[in-house]
């Protein structure tokens, strides 16, 4: 059966690169290359460059609120010879306040928890696979794992089925695609599929499946010791249960 290469269409990838061809410049050293926080002032050199990057067209006040300094996002630039060469753009939120398509990520017992949404992330096409954008996503994680944000139990994005570089950058820094999103995207006037990755942090994890469930008890079983322990809180939180429905019950009926 011929491969079939879900992510390349005519020998170009969807960020408008193609494979050999490209001119790059191999930065001597990232030591060179300074992270500080969008201002004001970055507000057009953000544009022009969000503009290149993304196919998505951006309303003026998201560029307002990225380079504001209302420490509403974490809007990050890399800066080499006073010029902006990459950016990465996320804010965090209360997992409560999901759009539906995005619910499903955490565990239940995790849902009065935060989640950190990736916005942007994009690097001046020159300056690729310099490690520009590993830079920039290990500050934001770096942040979003010191102790004041403990609640934050995910890293989440949304990328094109097509954009190859991502999706490969992404699943190199450990995100698991966790969604597929058909038509998520409406791209001058066409619907496109998208991907939802995912990579917890902070003790984060998905809704457990069935077979994580057998995994768990098959685990504490070949640990030996642990599992009578736990089948004996598990038994008492069941007659805990059952014991308050009765009392509920008997409430009701009085
Ligand atoms: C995706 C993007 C941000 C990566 O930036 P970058 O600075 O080139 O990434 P890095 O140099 O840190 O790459 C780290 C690793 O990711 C993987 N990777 C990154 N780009 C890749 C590509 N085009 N092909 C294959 N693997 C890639 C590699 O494993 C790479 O390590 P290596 O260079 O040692 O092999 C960049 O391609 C980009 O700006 N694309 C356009 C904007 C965009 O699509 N952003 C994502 C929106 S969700």
Redesign the pocket.
């Known amino acids: 059966m011929a491969d079939i290469n879900w992510y390349q269409t005519n020998g170009k990838?969807?960020?408008?690169?193609s494979?050999k061809n490209e001119k790059t410049i191999s930065l001597y050293s990232l030591a060179d290359v300074q992270l500080r926080f969008l201002c004001p002032d970055d507000l057009e050199e953000v544009r022009a460059l969000c503009q290149e990057?993304?196919p998505i067209e951006y309303p003026f006040y998201w560029y307002e609120q990225i380079t504001s300094s209302n420490g509403k996002f974490y809007s990050l630039a890399a800066v080499y010879k006073q010029q902006i060469i990459?950016l990465i753009v996320a804010k965090i939120k209360p997992y409560v306040h999901l759009n539906e398509e995005d619910r499903g990520i955490l565990a239940k017992s995790l849902s009065d928890c935060d989640v950190a949404y990736?916005l942007?992330?994009?690097?001046?096409?020159e300056?690729?696979?310099?490690?520009?954008?590993?830079?920039?996503?290990d500050s934001l994680l770096n942040h979003l794992v010191t102790p004041e944000r403990r609640k934050v139990k995910a890293v989440f994005?949304?990328?094109?089925t097509t954009?190859?570089?991502?999706i490969?950058?992404?699943?190199?820094?450990k995100f698991r695609l966790h969604f597929f999103l058909p038509y998520y995207y409406s791209i001058k006037g066409k619907c496109k599929d998208g991907f939802m990755y995912v990579l917890y942090i902070n003790g984060g994890h998905p809704p457990w499946t069935i077979y994580d469930y057998i995994k768990f008890v098959c685990s504490k079983m070949v640990n030996g010791v642990g599992i009578f322990p736990w089948m004996v809180y598990q038994l008492n939180r069941a007659l805990h249960w059952v014991w308050k429905e009765q009392k509920r019950d008997e409430h009701n009926n009085h």
Not at 13 to 17: E, I, P, V
């Open positions: 990838y969807s960020d408008g690169s494979a990057w993304f990459g990736i942007s992330l994009g690097v001046l096409k300056y690729r696979r310099n490690g520009i954008a590993s830079l920039l996503l994005l949304h990328v094109l954009n190859s570089a991502a490969m950058f992404y699943e190199q820094k």
